[in-house]
């Protein structure tokens, strides 16, 4: 079985353009969570979504915003990219949301570069 | 807010050797997970525990989860050049939005 896949692998872009990354979760599973990891530190929550509505929000600026789609799968945009925007963006996936026992697996990650 | 601290930050070691690592938190958690994230790829679970003074093992590695809930540890045996990687503590929220908060991480190296 297919796990979290997540596109693009990498991505460049420059200060002040926007960045759409996607995420397709493991089949069967209907949330997903995006997470940024700067170089270094462990990864930080930043959204969740479950049957397309979001379920929680971290403390992130309203420059990144995501949604879910039907299918489960979800996009994460980042608007008005700053150069602290470089990171690895992971997504999770959960069989459902707030439930202890659903472990969330993660994807491989997008590596995004700010010049 | 809740955080998770590991230590050791860093260790390096001889191929074979056991490894110990910790996690600790000022707050209390009901589910501890261990993640192992290697170099451009996401975490990868190793091991999940959901009971206080829990103890789980998979394959060399071996897991508690503390009594006082505001710890776990991980333990690798016999140590091979794969196990190279940083090492994340991981747990879900109690309160508020439901979300993982991840410890700062071990890195291991292992040299042959």
């Known amino acids: 079985d297919a796990g979290v896949t997540q596109s693009p692998t990498h991505l460049i872009k420059t200060r002040g353009q926007h960045v759409t990354l996607r995420c397709s979760p493991i089949s069967g599973h209907k949330s997903v969570s995006w997470y940024q990891q700067v170089l270094g530190q462990g990864p930080q929550f930043i959204f969740q979504?479950?049957?397309?509505?979001?379920?929680g929000r971290g403390n992130f600026p309203d420059r990144f915003s995501a949604r879910q789609f039907p299918n489960y799968s979800s996009e994460l945009n980042v608007n008005a990219l700053l150069l602290g925007d470089s990171a690895l963006y992971l997504c999770?996936?959960?069989?459902?949301?707030?439930?202890?026992?659903?472990?969330?697996?993660f994807g491989p990650g997008t590596r995004l570069t700010v010049l | 807010g809740q955080q998770l601290n590991q230590s050791p930050q860093s260790m390096f070691i001889q191929e074979g050797e056991d490894v110990s690592m910790n996690c600790t938190s000022s707050?209390?958690?009901?589910?501890w997970l261990w993640y192992k994230q290697e170099p451009g790829e996401g975490p990868v679970l190793l091991i999940a525990?959901?009971?206080?003074?829990e103890l789980t093992s998979n394959g060399r590695l071996t897991a508690q989860f503390g009594i006082t809930r505001k710890d776990s540890f991980l333990n690798i045996s016999a140590s091979i050049p794969s196990d190279v990687g940083i090492y994340f503590c991981a747990g879900p929220t109690t309160s508020g939005t439901y979300k993982y908060i991840f410890g700062t991480g071990t890195r291991l190296k292992v040299l042959a």
């Open positions: 999770a996936s959960s069989l459902r949301a707030g439930v202890i026992s659903d472990t969330q697996y």
């Open positions: 707050s209390i958690f009901n589910t």
């Open positions: 979504y479950y049957e397309k509505e979001e379920r």
């Open positions: 525990l959901y009971k206080a003074g």
